[in-house]
């Protein structure tokens, strides 16, 4: 089996810690990258980061990022950002499929586009590749040994079914928070039914912006849900949900966009395959006019005011809570799981066997939570969930385990906790 990031649902109020007046303080930003300057269409490749602790200095590997795995994120730490009309970027995903953080010295200024958009739809056995931090499409049909399945991530589809993230209602439960703390994208849209060989729409990716002063946007960041197949006459297949956009800064203005809508769905005999949209999150010291004339945002995003010379929040903080996955089949899964359906070797190979059980660690969590274990299988079969129960507990962490059903072939595992 192989073992994607683990996610937890919950909701943190803090959203900072205050400083002195003055701008505010951007932590790790220490210009290690350099300057982020373009003016053409370019791809920034996530796989190129240097494994490093996401403050580190990266002087030495100046504009590849590093990958935290502690943090499942690659962290880009500029002196200043600017993304000039007509141009475009995008990403080439990391192996761990980590979302962005851009952490900036300096001012953050995009007339171009940021794009983190999960790829349409694709055929079979392919699966369509999700924006950075986003969960990827269900596979379509493609032959007897290898059969439609749902799409990937928390909130993912089942087969003919679009992935949710924040919408609610949705075609599955909302996940995350309104924080967007831990930095998590959206999920994958399932593939057709039947012997159609369409598969789903991926799931936006997610990134996150915290600039020293400014942020100005007069083009367009967007984490979009890859689309689905419409107008055509076969069995809908899903759609991916939008991801996550998360700007942090003294100052947000412009005249541009920010997007974390869902893909378009195809319809079927009056079925649409209706994917959620994803989650915007706005935080900043200095007023910010939603009104007419300025940066359009799509859904509404959540927002904070700061205190002057506030610490903006990166992570979630000491005593945040915490899931993971431990073992797999009594098999021992590691803290930087890949995601990668053989292209690295399976986190957990299991013996031929019709049944398992997941081991589940939690801290600061509540007893009385409920803990899920989702297994997608790459194909042939829906997703199928398992609610864990508690075996052993300590005073700094629970125990969970729960049974599940093994498909044969690579499967992605995760869990999340709802607290009561």
Same mark, same amino acid.
């Given at each position: 089996?192989?073992?994607?990031?683990? $996610?937890?649902?919950?909701?943190?109020?803090?959203? #900072?810690?205050?400083?002195?007046?003055?701008?505010?303080?951007?932590?790790?930003?220490?210009?290690?990258?350099?300057?982020?300057?373009?003016?053409?269409?370019?791809?920034?490749?996530?796989?190129? @980061?240097?494994?490093?602790?996401?403050?580190?200095?990266?002087? +030495?590997?100046?504009?590849?990022?590093?990958?935290?795995?502690?943090?499942?994120?690659?962290?880009?730490?500029?002196?200043?950002?600017?993304?000039?009309?007509?141009?475009?970027?995008?990403?080439?995903?990391?192996?761990?499929?980590?979302?962005?953080?851009? #952490?900036?010295?300096?001012?953050?200024?995009?007339? !171009?586009? &940021?794009?983190?958009? *999960?790829?349409?739809?694709?055929?079979?056995?392919?699966?369509?590749?999700?924006?950075?931090? !986003?969960?990827?499409?269900?596979?379509? $049909?493609?032959?007897? !040994?290898?059969?439609? %399945?749902?799409?990937?991530?928390?909130?993912?589809?089942?087969?003919?079914?679009?992935?949710?993230?924040?919408?609610?209602?949705?075609?599955?439960?909302?996940?995350?928070?309104?924080?967007?703390?831990?930095?998590? %994208?959206? +999920?994958?849209?399932?593939?057709?039914?039947?012997?159609?060989?369409?598969?789903?729409?991926?799931?936006?990716?997610?990134?996150?912006?915290?600039?020293?002063?400014?942020?100005?946007?007069?083009?367009?960041?967007?984490?979009? *849900?890859?689309?689905?197949?419409?107008?055509?006459?076969?069995?809908?297949?899903?759609? !991916?949900?939008? *991801?996550?956009?998360?700007?942090?800064?003294?100052?947000?203005?412009?005249?541009?966009?920010?997007?974390?809508? @869902?893909?378009?769905?195809?319809?079927?005999? %009056?079925?649409?395959?209706?994917?959620?949209?994803?989650?915007?999150? #706005?935080?900043?010291?200095?007023?910010?006019?939603? *009104?007419?004339?300025?940066?359009?945002?799509?859904?509404?995003?959540?927002?904070?005011?700061?205190?002057?010379?506030?610490?903006?929040?990166?992570?979630?903080?000491?005593?945040?809570?915490?899931?993971?996955?431990?073992?797999?089949?009594?098999?021992?899964?590691?803290?930087?799981?890949?995601?990668?359906?053989?292209?690295?070797?399976?986190? &957990?190979?299991?013996?031929?066997?019709?049944?398992?059980?997941?081991?589940?660690?939690?801290?600061?969590?509540?007893?009385?939570?409920?803990?899920?274990?989702?297994?997608?299988?790459?194909?042939?079969?829906?997703?199928?969930?398992?609610?864990?129960?508690?075996?052993?507990?300590?005073?700094?962490?629970?125990?969970?385990?729960?049974?599940?059903? &093994?498909?044969?072939?690579?499967?992605?595992?995760?869990?999340?906790?709802?607290?009561?």
């Amino acid at each position: 089996m192989v073992t994607s990031k683990n $996610y937890i649902t919950v909701l943190l109020a803090a959203a #900072l810690f205050t400083r002195a007046v003055g701008d505010i303080v951007v932590p790790g930003a220490n210009g290690t990258d350099g300057v982020l300057n373009i003016s053409t269409n370019t791809v920034i490749d996530l796989s190129r @980061a240097v494994t490093a602790a996401w403050d580190s200095d990266n002087s +030495a590997n100046a504009g590849k990022g590093v990958y935290d795995a502690s943090k499942w994120a690659v962290v880009f730490k500029y002196s200043s950002v600017t993304i000039r009309s007509n141009a475009t970027v995008t990403f080439r995903n990391h192996a761990s499929r980590a979302p962005v953080v851009w #952490l900036v010295s300096g001012d953050v200024r995009i007339d !171009g586009n &940021v794009n983190l958009d *999960g790829q349409n739809w694709v055929y079979a056995p392919l699966h369509a590749e999700p924006g950075p931090g !986003g969960g990827r499409g269900g596979q379509g $049909y493609f032959g007897s !040994g290898l059969k439609s %399945g749902s799409g990937f991530g928390i909130g993912g589809g089942s087969m003919a079914q679009g992935g949710n993230y924040g919408a609610i209602p949705g075609p599955r439960p909302a996940y995350g928070n309104p924080s967007i703390l831990q930095l998590i %994208g959206g +999920a994958g849209g399932g593939g057709a039914t039947g012997d159609y060989d369409r598969g789903g729409g991926a799931g936006g990716g997610a990134i996150l912006v915290a600039a020293r002063d400014t942020i100005e946007i007069n083009g367009k960041i967007s984490a979009n *849900g890859g689309s689905a197949v419409s107008g055509y006459d076969w069995p809908s297949h899903g759609a !991916g949900s939008g *991801g996550a956009i998360r700007l942090i800064s003294n100052s947000i203005q412009g005249r541009g966009a920010v997007n974390a809508l @869902a893909g378009g769905a195809n319809t079927y005999n %009056g079925q649409v395959a209706v994917a959620g949209f994803g989650r915007l999150r #706005l935080e900043r010291v200095q007023t910010l006019d939603l *009104g007419n004339g300025t940066i359009s945002f799509g859904p509404d995003p959540s927002v904070v005011t700061l205190a002057q010379g506030s610490e903006a929040l990166i992570w979630p903080p000491t005593g945040a809570p915490e899931v993971r996955i431990t073992s797999i089949g009594g098999g021992a899964v590691s803290l930087d799981p890949r995601a990668g359906f053989g292209a690295f070797g399976p986190d &957990v190979a299991l013996p031929i066997t019709n049944r398992t059980f997941v081991t589940v660690e939690t801290k600061n969590v509540e007893p009385q939570s409920q803990v899920i274990v989702r297994v997608t299988p790459r194909a042939n079969a829906n997703f199928l969930e398992a609610n864990a129960a508690i075996v052993s507990s300590t005073n700094s962490a629970i125990q969970w385990q729960a049974g599940v059903d &093994v498909n044969v072939g690579y499967s992605a595992v995760q869990v999340r906790v709802v607290r009561p």
